[in-house]
């Protein structure tokens, strides 16, 4: 299962492709930070966040999207830009017909790391130990964004079969 | 000057188009409101969402696109939502490179009513007076839409001329 996990963010948006299944050693294949100027206008940001995901997606066809669940608590300076990021991946995703599974922080904090509440530099290191890979990914949000991917391997698909159900209920639901 | 306004919202997007220019005569085009099932994956409710606007940029072809700008300090419950949607919007516009505005509802009160506090009832009225309707338009939300596309034309695409110049200074500089 390869999975592309998105941290999403105006000025930085994480994107990590991994690879592996349950049970299994997971794979880097790519991480990247799409970057945009607080100077451009957002609407032009937005779109170069677009243009490098869809471009992510086109290159290595995950089989599924994880994106970091966004919460009106956070940093409210940030965090309309945050949501339209979000906003921005979950289309894409789902645009081609991939499932997509939203993860909190803490849920993926505690996937890697065995702390919901673990630091940024605990997500790191242990993001590079599951990987294999020599020094943890920089920026945090690189690391953030393999994080969400690992934790959607481990998790198993399970969240996106229970998704879908409830999706194809409420779709038999709404025809009859 | 043809102008899509777009309340945004998961539950309701409103979708207005008016045509016309400063003091000139406003005509209504066409009003509507796309609507998504919260029984749904949010995912699913944004291409919904998209999927709306994007038919609305071909069929009516307008020259500029205002949105309602969002604030963190609105009802929490919603949001999130409300912000994903209005990034949708955003990106839909900035994608075929249509001038895109955001209003705050504020603005758009003062602009259609003279008072920045006007209640729903006030916008939906001065709405109907000033595209010479039968009755204000239903929802709120198709109303706040057409309040949207007004304000852009009256406030004659000024802060879009600002903003362009603002984008091509920042371009300037960073290719410098």
Redesign the interface.
Known sequence: MRVLGIDPGLTRCGLGVVEGGVGRPLRLIDVNVVRT?A??????R??TI?RGIDAWLDEYRPDAVAVER????SD?ST??GT??????A??A???RGLP?A?HTPSEVKAAVSGNGRADKAQVGAMVARILRLDAPPKPADAADALALAITHVWRGGAQARI?AA??AA?AA??SR
Do not use: C, K, N, Y
């Open positions: 100027s100077d451009l206008p957002i609407a032009e937005l779109v677009e966004v919460f009106a608590r409210s965090i309309m949501a339209q990021a979000s906003g921005i979950l289309v995703a789902a645009r997509v939203l998704e409830a999706a409420a639901r709404s």
